[in-house]
């Protein structure tokens, strides 16, 4: 594939300018996106993009490729290498070559967690141009369709994470401490230590935030990871790779693999990383960790609840919250609001009223709502109709398909929806599992345990927020994983390791003692 220039309008503007000065911007313009190898806006079925596997710092084809629907109109227009079971053996053999010391530590290669102080701190400068924003916010959107201020705070969050992690706060993740012992020349020694081989497998939802920060945080602590990122949405990735190839980050340091869940799990079972992060659902979640004996970290489905109390305040702007946290991105947040509780208060306020007003806002063409990729609207409309089968349930809004679309039949398209359900009714066993079923799309039960163990709480509260600034993930399991702070990164990627120096010298005198 060649490198193409990622160039938008450029022709139609030149012909408005026609100055030196433009000439300038647009070699800036080039040369700041002189990474990307697609161009976004002419990604077609006649221009299909290819996306490729990275192994030993060879970006590399594989036997099959899979190709992608647009979201929007159904025609083929990615292809995405498809890596066969049978093609696995040159991911595992790069990853068993890693040692289980790493590639650096805090006693070998220090100079590398100044190299990914350096690194980020160029790929959060390349990221802050808007023209590099755009194309990711861009690629974002044809992959994974939600409306341009939600893909380019995805955007924002990833270049505000890589600023943190620029200059020496890399090797202060890995700070160590000391102890002192009981008698001279004794002294020990905590280490951050890395897992050496680790993998990370990423969902659709997030094709750029949520691969990057966990990249960089098994990266920064010393690990050789491999990634799978949900092939729908691995296009995005694999440009930022390149971003970052340019911005320094070794080829050698990172694997990338386009392929079924299963083939994936073939080469999890052969190749053993000490380490999988895996965010996405609970239900690959778990067979995950039987298969890889517990060494595996998660962040799993979200059942996100929203409660609110009997203080009526502020509707208008509970209200937006509300619709905000249940259908941005069309639901497809981890975080995304699925229930939210009122009290009686509220149910006598506005409040129910200017949700509906809000969520018919709320149209495909800006994608404000827009396709949903893993559930279809048939299934969408039937947990609808079983929800309304529970005495005194209620369809408050939605309930129906988008109308004028073209998304195709594969993904779903549903208008945003909101369904009462007394809460006397959810508490019956009978009820329960089905109206806390998490529907990945679109919709909210409204009330009359979130998985995450992050809580928003107060007037300005909301379930979606932006994970750079804060630990976001699961509490209550061991197993649980976190992503974008320091806390996280060092709980996620790396693991402790005492070393006891003991160093002499002997007591004067000293003789052998009476065994003991
Ligand atoms: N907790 C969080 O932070 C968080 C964030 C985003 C999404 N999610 C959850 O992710 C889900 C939606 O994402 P999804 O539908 O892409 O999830 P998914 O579990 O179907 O897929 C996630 C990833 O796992 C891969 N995979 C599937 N089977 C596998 C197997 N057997 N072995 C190895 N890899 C396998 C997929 O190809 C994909 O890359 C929702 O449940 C959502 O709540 C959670």
């Not at 139609?12 to 030196?20: D, K, N, P, T, V």
């Amino acid at each position: 594939m060649h490198r193409l220039p990622f160039a938008i309008g450029v022709t139609a503007r030149a012909q408005r300018a026609g100055s030196g000065l433009f000439l300038n911007a647009l070699s800036r313009t080039l040369h700041s996106t002189s990474f990307a190898t697609v161009t976004v806006e002419a990604i077609s079925s006649s221009h299909p993009a290819e996306v490729k596997n990275l192994v030993q710092g060879e970006w590399k084809v594989s036997s099959g490729w899979n190709w992608l629907l647009d979201p929007l109109n159904g025609s083929p227009f990615i292809k995405v290498a498809d890596v066969q079971e049978a093609e696995i053996e040159p991911f595992v053999h790069s990853l068993c070559r890693c040692p289980k010391y790493g590639l650096h530590n805090p006693l070998r290669a220090q100079d590398r967690y100044l190299l990914y102080g350096d690194v980020s701190a160029k790929a959060a400068r390349m990221l802050a141009q808007p023209q590099v924003s755009e194309f990711f916010a861009r690629l974002i959107q044809r992959v994974s369709p939600k409306s341009y201020n939600q893909a380019l705070g995805e955007v924002n969050v990833t270049q505000k994470f890589l600023e943190n992690f620029s200059g020496d706060q890399v090797r202060f993740l890995a700070r160590s401490f000391a102890v002192p012992g009981n008698h001279l020349g004794q002294q020990s020694h905590g280490y951050r230590w890395p897992y050496g081989p680790v993998a990370i497998i990423t969902p659709f939802n997030f094709p750029l935030e949520i691969p990057v920060l966990q990249l960089m945080g098994a990266l920064y602590m010393g690990n050789k990871p491999i990634i799978k990122v949900d092939s729908k949405v691995s296009i995005v990735m694999e440009q930022m790779l390149r971003l970052l190839h340019d911005c320094g980050l070794p080829r050698e340091d990172v694997d990338f693999i386009n392929s079924d869940g299963k083939t994936m799990n073939k080469l999890l079972r052969e190749a053993k990383p000490q380490m999988t992060l895996f965010t996405g659902s609970s239900r690959v979640a778990e067979n995950l960790a039987v298969d890889l004996k517990g060494r595996i970290k998660l962040e799993d489905a979200g059942y996100d609840w929203k409660i609110l109390g009997p203080d009526v305040q502020e509707v208008d702007y509970v209200a937006w919250v509300c619709d905000q946290d249940a259908y941005a991105c069309s639901g497809q947040k981890c975080s995304a609001q699925s229930i939210l509780f009122i009290h009686e208060n509220w149910a006598s306020s506005e409040l129910l009223s200017k949700m509906q007003l809000l969520a018919g806002r709320r149209k495909l063409q800006d994608l404000t709502i827009g396709p949903v990729l893993t559930v279809t609207t048939e299934s969408m409309l039937e947990h609808i109709q079983k929800l309304l089968k529970i005495p005194g349930s209620e369809l408050l809004f939605g309930g129906e398909e988008l109308e004028n679309h073209s998304i195709p039949k594969i993904y779903g398209a549903l208008k945003p929806t909101a369904v009462f359900v007394p809460l006397a009714e959810i508490l019956k066993p009978d009820n329960f599992e089905l109206v806390t079923k998490e529907i990945f799309g679109p919709f909210q039960e409204v009330l009359g345990k979130s998985v995450n163990g992050t809580t928003y709480a107060g007037i300005r509260a909301r379930t979606t927020g932006a994970p750079q600034n804060h630990w976001f993930g699961p509490a209550g399991d061991p197993r649980g994983a976190g992503i974008g702070t320091p806390e996280a990164i060092k709980l996620v990627w790396s693991c402790h390791r005492e070393i006891i120096h003991d160093i002499g010298p002997l007591p004067q005198n000293w003789e052998i003692p009476p065994p003991s």
